[in-house]
């Protein structure tokens, strides 16, 4: 494919010797320098198909062009767990070459990230907001940049950075070489590809919203008190030894990888409360398979990436529909099939709904012996056209914001419940549907309790960035 000898050394290391679909068609475009805006599924290699072209197009170009060590490469990801992850990649696979690589994200110290980049960097991997607070110190420069990639772009624009990206876009040089990769092509990710991309390669190699073919997915019902001991049933009774348990909030997380460890299974769980230390450590123990069950929430989980992942539990539904195909297609990855398994109780049914119209397949549902639920669960015909589902259902809203950038579209969230748009405490808001009103009264609508997970998610993604909560105002206000 044009690669360098040090570069087909180290993935030989690795012991790889044919590329995936999206290393095909993405690496030769790269290499010539073409943007590119390439979508493909979690699990197909996609970091390689970024990360080797980009070693080889820095290393090809002399140090003496580089004097000072300036970043002459910036990875833009959502999450921590991801910017370890793509570190990892390139250090791996430049391990031949004369390139440096850092990292530099929130929950961890500020002056070890200083001190790194003073000593001089080639590449940068980091999340925006801790970016952002590098660039308003002065410690980094973006001007020598040769080489913009936004990995897992959808998910930073669920997440809110939209702004945070442009803020970094705007002060990066005009002559670059930018590659944009996504799960999906959705209509805002094609907005933002046509201002940062000049005249990109388009490569997509996986259906949009499609599951991963080699994921077996089976749905258990069960009463909601019996969840609990269903899983501790299916990780004994199937001897399960590596599981990735998916919870809605971080409280829901911590307790069940409790009770799981009283039923003497080795358990632990991940999330943004957690620090960021013990997050990798607890992510490390479970890659090398010495945890039996990592309990996680969406965003804490979007960094794990392993190769072998065999079962996939929802312990929750997702209250967003697209979050099940990626959390999904955590397994049944680099060809190895996995398992995906769904506990469902009557509350759950419309949540499910929405999951089958989606992927536009009715799953397969089996009753195990002795968790027989109480309740009947009526079912609609999976063909119906898909509808998105932002958690106005039923249920906790989750670790996360509602997707698809919905702050930028509805003007942001209302004050808190029981506050006036001043900021006084002055009893329960007006139910009025054009002011700010409390999403939690039960005559609330679909928008007031939309708005209120938006400010929530979007409040908890700042924090996990090492960022201050944002006001209200700082998201919008509705349009007169």
Excluded at 82 to 101: K, N, P, W
Excluded at 321 to 339: C, F, K, L, N, Q
Excluded at 377 to 395: D, E, I, V, Y
Aim: proline share 6%; with cysteine.
């Amino acid at each position: 494919m044009g690669l360098a000898p040090e570069l087909l050394r180290a993935v030989a290391e690795q012991g790889y010797t044919e590329p995936t679909p999206i290393q095909a068609q993405a690496i030769p475009p790269i290499l010539a320098g073409r943007d590119l805006l390439g979508a493909a599924q979690t699990g197909t290699g996609k970091t390689a198909g970024f990360t080797l072209p980009m070693l080889q197009r820095l290393s090809a170009k002399t140090s003496d062009r580089n004097p000072r060590r300036a970043v002459r490469a910036l990875v833009l990801v959502p999450t921590r767990e991801l910017a370890a992850q793509v570190q990892d990649s390139i250090r791996t696979y430049g391990q031949h070459l004369r390139l440096t690589s850092t990292t530099i994200y929130g929950g961890v110290g500020f002056h070890p990230q200083v001190q790194a980049l003073r000593r001089g960097v080639d590449i940068v991997v980091a999340t925006p907001g801790r970016l952002l607070d590098h660039i308003q110190q002065r410690t980094l420069d973006l001007r020598n940049i040769e080489i913009l990639v936004l990995d897992e772009a959808d998910r930073m624009l669920d997440m809110g950075f939209i702004h945070d990206i442009r803020k970094i876009h705007a002060l990066l040089p005009k002559e670059r070489h930018t590659l944009l990769f996504s799960a999906t092509f959705s209509e805002e990710i094609r907005v933002l590809s046509a201002q940062f991309l000049r005249d990109p390669v388009t490569i997509e190699v996986a259906r949009r919203n499609a599951p991963i073919d080699l994921v077996t997915q089976v749905v258990h019902f069960v009463d909601k008190d019996k969840k609990r001991e269903l899983l501790a049933h299916l990780v004994k009774s199937n001897d399960w030894r590596q599981v990735l348990v998916f919870c809605k909030t971080k409280h829901g997380a911590d307790r069940l990888a409790e009770q799981l460890g009283r039923d003497g299974i080795d358990a632990d769980a991940i999330h943004g409360n957690k620090s960021q230390p013990q997050r990798m450590r607890t992510l490390k123990r479970f890659k090398d398979a010495e945890l039996q069950v990592l309990v996680a929430t969406d965003i804490a989980a979007r960094g794990i990436d392993i190769d072998a992942l065999p079962h996939v539990v929802n312990y929750d539904l997702p209250n967003v529909s697209e979050d099940y195909v990626h959390r999904i297609g955590r397994t049944g990855r680099a060809g190895i099939p996995g398992d995906a398994i769904s506990l469902v109780c009557a509350e759950d049914r419309s949540l499910l709904l929405s999951i089958e119209r989606l992927i536009n397949k009715r799953i397969e549902q089996k009753v195990i012996a002795g968790f027989e639920p109480t309740q009947t669960f009526a079912r609609a015909p999976a063909n119906k056209p898909a509808r998105r589902n932002t958690g106005n259902t039923g249920g906790g809203y989750g670790d996360r914001r509602p997707s698809g950038n919905a702050g930028a579209r509805r003007g942001g969230p209302p004050p808190r419940p029981g506050r006036s748009a001043e900021g006084r405490r002055d009893g329960p808001a007006p139910a009025r549907r054009d002011g700010p009103a409390a999403a939690t009264r039960r005559d609330a609508t679909p928008w007031e309790v939309e708005r209120e997970a938006q400010r929530k998610h979007f409040n908890q993604n700042r924090r996990d960035e090492g960022q201050p909560s944002a006001r209200p105002a700082m998201l919008g206000r509705k349009a007169a």
